[in-house]
């Protein structure tokens, strides 16, 4: 299907990522060769977007276009850069909350989490570069709109923006059932960042060595764990309850 956040052809692409544009990720034919397209995966890997070889059916299914053997998804949305955004909220006078997600794959839950997170007034969401859910007409929807009203930024990897927020003074707090610590015992008064995993794999094990406090949720029945747009905002909702 042909929309507005998608371009297809392989100089138009390299033209994209030449001109700074939000690319999400690229769709690239298995098995394609020429110089050209070699150039295209030199740019894309120099640049650190995501990639992913498919057949040239999936590429026909995006789009009906002379596609050349490449489709990029563009975010329509600009992404903000983490430092200058740390930077301008500590100056704002108001006690920092930043939501951070680690390579989370559902754009729906992804859209969820941006609405609830717009609602309890999160500075700033941290994504990863690569592996996580793109920001996509779904994820528009399933936010309401919040997609655009609250600051995204991208990292190579979470753990970049661990260690940013610890060195800005910003304690940071892992969603993770790897725990004694219950929510309730972990204050949210201070400048602090939360931290959410994967739907399937929670937190990457060797961000959780380097945060600064664990919590989880208490959970009373015999399902082992909460949908993570769910228990965010569980998350977020303590900090607000703390913080009036």
Request: charged residues 25%.
């Amino acid at each position: 299907m042909q929309n507005e956040t998608q371009i297809f052809g392989i100089r138009a692409i390299i033209e994209a990522v030449n001109s700074d544009k939000s690319i999400d990720k690229v769709f690239l034919q298995k098995g394609l060769r020429g110089e050209l397209f070699s150039e295209l995966e030199n740019i894309l890997r120099k640049n650190s977007i995501n990639t992913s070889y498919v057949p040239v059916e999936k590429l026909n299914r995006l789009t009906n276009r002379n596609h050349q053997g490449a489709v990029a998804q563009i975010s329509p949305i600009p992404f903000h850069d983490l430092e200058h955004l740390v930077v301008q909220v500590l100056e704002s006078g108001k006690t920092p909350l930043f939501l951070l997600l680690d390579q989370l794959s559902d754009v729906r839950n992804f859209g969820a989490i941006i609405r609830t997170a717009e609602c309890t007034g999160v500075d700033g969401i941290v994504i990863q570069q690569k592996g996580g859910a793109p920001v996509n007409g779904d994820t528009i929807k399933t936010s309401a709109g919040a997609v655009f009203k609250i600051p995204i930024c991208k990292v190579d990897h979470i753990k970049d923006a661990v260690f940013y927020m610890q060195a800005s003074g910003i304690k940071v707090i892992a969603a993770t059932e790897k725990t004694d610590n219950l929510i309730y015992d972990i204050s949210f008064k201070e400048p602090c960042a939360i931290i959410m995993g994967s739907e399937g794999k929670g937190i990457n094990p060797s961000t959780l060595k380097v945060v600064d406090e664990k919590a989880k949720l208490p959970l009373l029945g015999e399902i082992e764990s909460l949908n993570v747009s769910v228990a965010c905002g569980t998350f977020l909702y303590e900090a607000v309850r703390q913080r009036s």
